[in-house]
């Protein structure tokens, strides 16, 4: 924040500059100092709130941290896009870096790299053709903001109904001992299995799907998301190692899996739940490979193609009209 308002405040004034662009840059300088307010109010509001349902609102649709971004951002790119072309050449290869990840037939990118290559800072064209890169960039980087949120809420959304499932589980095995035949000739005193019996076997489920996330946890290393995505994406494996485990023993030795034997033993019971909480891998694939592509360092070619539909704006005509971003 306070980066930025020092670099507003060493942008060039209108007094060097046409009666009809000095009041265009007038006019972005106090839109940029409004964005930096609306951030400073943003921050603000995140750290002073004690409403428990807007703290709540904001964790989920992702108000303070990306309405804040976004402030940030555009500040930043209407800074630039006002500064002097010698200063705004000094970030061209701060933004170029930033903008590494879109695709390469993209049009800002290339007029930037153009101007690069050319070696000319005092290029007029240069404070906006460095913005309107740095604006893709930017872009780039609340997409993905916005897709690990939504991706973390559908993680809890899923894992809300994956307890409800648990709970019914229970509920059932509660009221009707038998209805949930975990174990036949290897239950406890050869009683009807009932909510002892599939607690412990939802319980070793689990304890067979941590097995799997702890593995997970020790390769995994840091990650820019600001979502905590990480956490909700193996904390759901719990409750459907738990499902698994009580879903595979209804069906061994059935038409469904001919090929594994009933236990004969408690034990034996014991062990298939563990190992049947581990299988829930087989149905987690598609969750943590979508996980990890939002995790990744760079976003995904689909996202570069997306950006790269957006049009680049003419250098030469923006600088006589007022900033996109800024409107």
Not at 45 to 56: E, H, K, P, S, Y
Not at 81 to 97: E, K
Request: charged share 25%.
């Amino acid at each position: 924040m306070y980066v930025l308002r020092d670099q507003l405040d060493a942008t060039r004034g209108p007094s060097d500059r046409p009666r009809h662009a000095g009041a265009q840059e007038a006019q972005s300088r106090a839109g940029a100092e409004r964005l930096l307010d609306k951030a400073e109010e943003y921050m603000q509001q995140a750290a002073g709130n004690r409403n428990l349902r807007w703290r709540v609102g904001s964790w989920w649709n992702g108000l303070a941290y990306e309405g804040t971004l976004a402030c940030l951002h555009a500040a930043e790119v209407a800074i630039i896009a006002q500064s002097q072309p010698a200063r705004a050449w000094t970030r061209i290869d701060s933004v170029l870096a930033l903008a590494g990840p879109l695709c390469q037939k993209d049009p800002r990118l290339t007029l930037v790299e153009e101007l690069k290559l050319k070696d000319s800072p005092h290029d007029e064209r240069v404070p906006w053709a460095v913005a309107a890169l740095l604006e893709a960039a930017y872009a780039a980087q609340e997409e993905r903001a916005v897709r690990s949120r939504n991706f973390r809420n559908r993680l809890i959304r899923s894992g809300i109904v994956l307890s409800v499932l648990l709970m019914v589980t229970v509920l059932v095995a509660w009221r009707s001992a038998g209805a949930l035949p975990v174990c036949s000739d290897g239950c406890p005193r050869r009683t009807d299995p009932g909510l002892r019996e599939v607690g412990l076997v939802m319980l070793l489920g689990m304890l067979g799907a941590a097995t799997h996330v702890v593995g997970r946890l020790q390769k995994m290393g840091g990650s820019w998301n600001p979502y905590n995505l990480p956490f909700y994406q193996e904390l759901i494996k719990l409750p459907i190692g738990a499902l698994t485990a009580v879903i595979g023993l209804l069906l061994v030795d059935t038409e469904w899996l001919p090929m594994i034997k009933a236990p004969d033993s408690w034990h034996g019971v014991m062990a298939y739940a563990v190992v049947f909480g581990l299988a829930q891998i087989a149905l987690t694939r598609a969750i943590d490979q979508r996980a990890d592509k939002i995790l990744a360092s760079d976003p995904d070619p689909e996202e570069a193609r997306q950006l790269e539909k957006v049009p680049a704006p003419d250098p030469d005509t923006r600088l006589q009209t007022t900033p996109e971003f800024l409107t």
